[in-house]
């Protein structure tokens, strides 16, 4: 009973407020001026009707906004896409120009050798700084043996492409072989100066540098003189290109001179290599 009276009161003032909004508009149209009455309602209604209106352009706004922000993202993610393909085919075009000229030192070797080689990728290298030992992906089964030369080409500055000397294969297994490089302490070379034939030796250090003599105390020799392979010994060919001479000094007894050498192989830099298989 108590339920039926609510929603009686409720129908009762829903009903009056119909009235005399319905009161209100047809005596509107009948005379010139509202009543009292009238003029309160009427401002009432416009009020909810404003409130209203500005809550529907709110909404309305807030879902533009929504959409906006939406669309912002996307076209966020569009240009980071965009900027990574971008980036990628910079990576790319710059690792073409950057290879260009190995590759095209590379070719140029390859018609110049007038011995058998193999080509091997460097897979594993010593944890030194100067990465003075590093493994390759060819083995006794390509046909590379203990001593055999490791070269690399080498695009000097007046556009010619000489072989540099790399090192020496110091051991081998079945499809990989170790090289150990003219920076290693353990690796002497025999050189020869083209500026007056002068013959000498250089090795490596634990520092990564390359120092020797010669074989002369007296022998003559200057910042820049080119070194090549003399071909003393049983290991190396002669003529390959090793390196220039960066400094001179004096032994401690002054009986001999002490030079430093700045190899022609970034040895930091070295991915392919070229072993030549001498039949010694």
Known sequence: MKIILQNLKKFIIVLVVLILIITIGIT????????????????????????????????????????????INEENEMLKENLYKLREENRILKNIVNTSDILEAEYKLRTSLTYDYVIGQVIAKDDSNWFSRFTIDKGSKDGVSKNDIVIQAVDTDEGVVQVGLVGVISEVGHNWAKVTT???????????????????????????????????????????????????????????????????????????????????????????????????
């Not at 003029?39 to 879902?63: D, H, L, P, R, W």
């Open 28 to 71: 509107s149209s009948m005379r010139d001026e509202m009543t009292g009455t009238e003029n309160f309602f009427g401002t009432v209604i416009s009020y909810m009707e404003k409130i209203t209106y500005n809550i529907g352009q709110t909404v309305s706004n807030a879902f533009k906004s929504v959409q906006n922000i939406t669309k």
């Open 182 to 280: 003219i920076i290693d302490e353990n690796c002497k070379v025999s050189f020869r100066n083209v500026e007056n034939n002068e013959n000498g030796i250089i090795s490596g250090n634990v520092d990564g540098s390359v120092t020797g003599f010669f074989l002369d105390n007296k022998a003559e020799a200057k910042v820049g003189d080119e070194l090549f392979t003399s071909g003393i010994g049983d290991i190396y060919l002669k003529d390959i290109f090793i390196g220039e001479i960066s400094d001179i000094v004096d032994t401690t007894d002054a009986s001999s001179k002490k030079i430093y050498v700045d190899p022609v192989i970034e040895f930091t830099n070295i991915y392919k290599v070229f072993v030549l298989k001498v039949n010694r």
